[in-house]
């Protein structure tokens, strides 16, 4: 029987899983299916076998200043996307997405689309966005606590050359905080995480369907007058930074417990708890607090994954679980 690195050509074992995604639908489950893949056979119930290399960024110390937080938060955030990208809540909306683009490309209504080639486009976009998560580099700029160094105009940026993360000495600063803030200050510093990863995940809006970016663009704002900063609402207008500020309210309400996005609808209501958030602050310099709630309700996101719908037969969703396994 070969090991799951012979099985799927893996250089570094040490650092590599595999997740296998199967079908609820049958009698199989994970440690059969694992087997049948060791013994080279075709698994009865297998929908996907998706092996990933598992990098763990450190927080680089600087006179005396180590913050195991980061590293956590730097360790954690990527495999939560990754993992909690297909609630089926979640896995519908982008379903939806699909949909609609799929029925404007091919002139028909959505009644007509094809259910296998609309769940076959759907499983390619996640595949796509999940990827850009196994491998993502976060690095830290050092952070020295006796200057308080702020270097860096902004908390991080993404780099789309080489996929990658870097956070700013200034944004290191959330996690320097007294003990009674330590809480307030770890969710700051996710947040920035989670906006940077959102870039990563949907490509600088490359992955995002065309109906995504309609009912953004539907929703910003767009008389734009010479005594507004131009500049500044030029880019908060992009879809991208639209959506990574979306990304960083889920998670701020998430945290707090008064919004699941996995299976909550948000309202104005239950997303009045992020009014105090920096990213709640920008996008009402272009919209709304609905039209926040609604882009909430519109936008794919990445939520628990709790088995997601992964094909359509006769009107039954086929349901699927995951389970990694350790190269």
Same mark, same amino acid.
């Not at 905080?177 to 809480?183: A, I, L, M, Q």
């Not at 996005?261 to 310099?285: C, H, M, P, V, W």
């Not at 094909?311 to 349901?319: L, M, V």
């Given at each position: 029987?070969?090991?799951?690195?012979?099985?799927?050509?893996?250089?570094?074992?040490?650092?590599?899983?595999?997740?296998?995604?199967?079908?609820?639908?049958?009698?199989?489950?994970?440690?059969?299916?694992?087997?049948?893949?060791?013994?080279?056979?075709?698994?009865?119930?297998?929908?996907?076998?998706?092996?990933?290399?598992?990098?763990?960024?450190?927080?680089?110390?600087?006179?005396?200043?180590?913050?195991?937080?980061?590293? =956590?938060?730097?360790? $954690?955030?990527? !495999?939560?996307? #990754? +993992?909690?990208?297909?609630?089926?809540? &979640?896995? %519908?909306? @982008?379903?939806?997405?699909?949909?609609?683009?799929?029925?404007?490309?091919?002139?028909?209504?959505?009644?007509?689309?094809?259910?296998?080639?609309?769940?076959?486009?759907?499983?390619?976009?996640?595949?796509?966005?999940?990827?850009?998560?196994?491998?993502?580099?976060?690095?830290?700029?050092?952070?020295?606590?006796?200057?308080?160094?702020?270097?860096?105009?902004?908390?991080?940026?993404?780099?789309?050359?080489?996929?990658?993360?870097?956070?700013?000495?200034?944004?290191?600063?959330?996690?320097?905080?007294?003990?009674?803030?330590?809480?307030?200050?770890?969710?700051?510093?996710?947040?920035?995480?989670?906006?940077?990863?959102?870039?990563?995940?949907?490509?600088?809006?490359?992955?995002?369907?065309?109906?995504?970016? =309609?009912?953004?663009? $539907?929703?910003? !704002?767009?008389? #734009? +007058?010479?005594?507004?900063?131009?500049? &500044?609402? %030029?880019? @908060?207008?992009?879809?991208?930074?639209?959506?990574?500020?979306?990304?960083?309210?889920?998670?701020?309400?998430?945290?707090?417990?008064?919004?699941?996005?996995?299976?909550?609808?948000?309202?104005?209501?239950?997303?009045?708890?992020?009014?105090?958030?920096?990213?709640?602050?920008?996008?009402?310099?272009?919209?709304?607090?609905?039209?926040?709630?609604?882009?909430?309700?519109?936008?794919?996101?990445?939520?628990?994954?709790?088995?997601?719908?992964?094909?359509?037969?006769?009107?039954?969703?086929?349901?699927?679980?995951?389970?990694?396994?350790?190269?």
């Amino acid at each position: 029987m070969k090991s799951l690195a012979e099985v799927f050509g893996i250089n570094n074992p040490t650092n590599s899983k595999v997740e296998i995604k199967y079908s609820l639908n049958t009698d199989a489950n994970a440690k059969d299916i694992m087997s049948a893949i060791l013994e080279g056979k075709q698994p009865e119930g297998l929908i996907k076998a998706t092996p990933y290399v598992v990098e763990n960024s450190v927080l680089e110390p600087d006179s005396g200043f180590a913050e195991q937080s980061g590293d =956590k938060i730097k360790r $954690d955030s990527p !495999k939560e996307l #990754i +993992s909690e990208s297909n609630s089926p809540y &979640r896995y %519908n909306i @982008l379903r939806n997405a699909v949909k609609n683009d799929l029925a404007a490309e091919q002139g028909v209504s959505l009644n007509n689309i094809n259910e296998q080639e609309l769940t076959d486009k759907t499983e390619e976009i996640l595949s796509k966005k999940e990827k850009q998560l196994y491998k993502i580099p976060i690095t830290s700029l050092p952070y020295n606590r006796q200057s308080k160094d702020s270097t860096g105009k902004t908390l991080a940026s993404w780099n789309p050359n080489n996929n990658s993360i870097s956070i700013n000495a200034i944004a290191q600063q959330y996690l320097d905080v007294p003990e009674e803030h330590k809480k307030i200050g770890n969710q700051l510093f996710k947040n920035v995480v989670m906006h940077e990863l959102r870039h990563s995940y949907d490509k600088g809006g490359e992955y995002l369907t065309n109906y995504e970016k =309609k009912a953004i663009f $539907d929703k910003r !704002k767009k008389d #734009i +007058s010479r005594d507004d900063d131009q500049e &500044r609402l %030029n880019y @908060l207008n992009t879809p991208e930074e639209i959506t990574a500020r979306l990304q960083e309210i889920r998670s701020s309400l998430k945290s707090e417990g008064v919004y699941d996005a996995s299976k909550d609808k948000a309202t104005i209501e239950n997303i009045k708890g992020a009014q105090f958030s920096r990213a709640y602050k920008d996008l009402l310099e272009i919209m709304k607090p609905q039209d926040i709630a609604d882009l909430l309700n519109t936008i794919a996101a990445n939520n628990p994954k709790k088995g997601n719908p992964v094909a359509k037969n006769n009107d039954n969703i086929i349901k699927a679980n995951t389970k990694t396994f350790n190269a």
